[in-house]
């Protein structure tokens, strides 16, 4: 398949003998003025454009400058032409942006050689371009494979958890999902958003599917007793190893930063805002930023969902307890977000309901 080249000149004579030169090899299409060659260039896009520096209307380098702005024709290699040859000329032109220069009158054999370079420089940089891309897609849907599979290990890791104090395992689906209403609702926050970052709130999602992950080291006859615990139970409960199993499970597997949000989710979800949660009775802003979101989306969906220990609760309820422990158990900027969009979740409610 022959090339395009496009000739901008308002001298035919120069046209003429630029087409009687390339005849054979290429094809030849002409301007002969840059507001010409702009309404060509709507219909076509040629492989190299030929262009002349002294015209009428707008001179070379300001058709060059209009061609570099358009997105359909930065890319378009241009050799200028001239009959002014001076070093001042020729910097000018490569510092607008052209591939080569060319001295008028043309020698036949240097315009076909400047020529045939150009266009095959920008075929090997097109061809190099486009083995880039394909191998980067290539190398993204790998990973977004890979990404799919460590997600649904960690989905079905999660659930297994979940089934073994009798919970179906909807339990850390809802809270994730509760996770990220509130984590994105925090992003237009001041105090939260420069922390909360699309990549932050990302791994934050993910990793609050592994919040419960410390129930492993808890004995079935603690987690599926129907009554209340003894105090013996309940330190047994608290001691909180889920950040330990996760770096010792996924240290190798997975992101540096998803481990270690993972492991501070599932480490601090129980700390309160007080102090006086566990295992480590950290306080405030002691207490990592997604720990505290974790404990508020987990305490809400425990408060609102049917356990084998008692029935499901209002959201209304739900509400009325989370803003009587804001600022004791809750962090009380989180909190006071998440009342104020009370409709946000109510709906993601009413739609859990519908799923069943």
């Not at 046209?15 to 299409?29: F, P, W």
């Not at 850390?172 to 922390?195: D, G, N």
């Not at 739900?318 to 104020?340: H, T």
Request: aromatic share 6%; proline share 3%.
């Amino acid at each position: 398949m022959e090339n395009t080249v496009l000739m901008i000149d308002d001298d035919m004579l120069n046209i003429k003998s630029t087409q009687n030169i390339l005849r054979g090899e290429y094809r030849v299409a002409t301007a002969t003025s840059g507001l010409d060659a702009f309404r060509i260039l709507e219909f076509m896009k040629p492989d190299l454009i030929l262009l002349d520096i002294n015209m009428p209307e707008m001179n070379g380098f300001e058709v060059l400058e209009e061609l570099k702005k358009k997105q359909d024709t930065q890319d378009i290699p241009v050799i200028f032409l001239t009959a002014e040859q001076s070093a001042a000329m020729e910097t000018q032109a490569f510092e607008k942006g052209a591939e080569d220069f060319v001295s008028k009158p043309f020698n036949p054999e240097i315009l076909k050689n400047r020529v045939k370079k150009t266009i095959n420089i920008e075929m090997h940089q097109r061809h190099l371009e486009n083995m880039v891309a394909a191998q980067t897609e290539r190398i993204i849907d790998h990973e977004n494979q890979i990404n799919q599979i460590q997600m649904e290990m960690i989905c079905a890791m999660a659930k297994v958890i979940e089934s073994r104090d009798g919970s179906t395992g909807e339990h850390v689906r809802r809270t994730s999902r509760y996770v990220a209403l509130l984590a994105e609702l925090l992003q237009k926050e001041e105090y939260a958003k420069r922390e909360l970052t699309e990549y932050y709130v990302d791994i934050l999602c993910r990793a609050a599917f592994m919040h419960d992950i410390g129930k492993i080291k808890v004995d079935d006859a603690i987690l599926k007793k129907p009554g209340k615990f003894t105090e013996e139970e309940i330190a047994k409960m608290k001691i909180q190893a889920g950040g330990e199993i996760i770096r010792n499970t996924m240290g190798n597997i997975e992101e540096k930063d998803y481990v270690e949000i993972a492991a501070d989710v599932a480490t601090y979800h129980h700390e309160r805002w007080d102090g006086r949660g566990y295992p480590k009775g950290l306080s405030g802003e002691n207490i990592p930023l997604g720990a505290r979101i974790m404990a508020l989306a987990d305490v809400f969906d425990g408060l609102t969902s049917v356990r084998r220990y008692k029935e499901a609760m209002s959201a209304d309820r739900a509400f009325s307890i989370i803003e009587e422990e804001s600022g004791k158990q809750f962090d009380p900027n989180l909190a006071k977000v998440m009342l104020a969009n009370k409709d946000v979740f109510r709906r993601q409610l009413i739609e859990f309901s519908m799923e069943k």
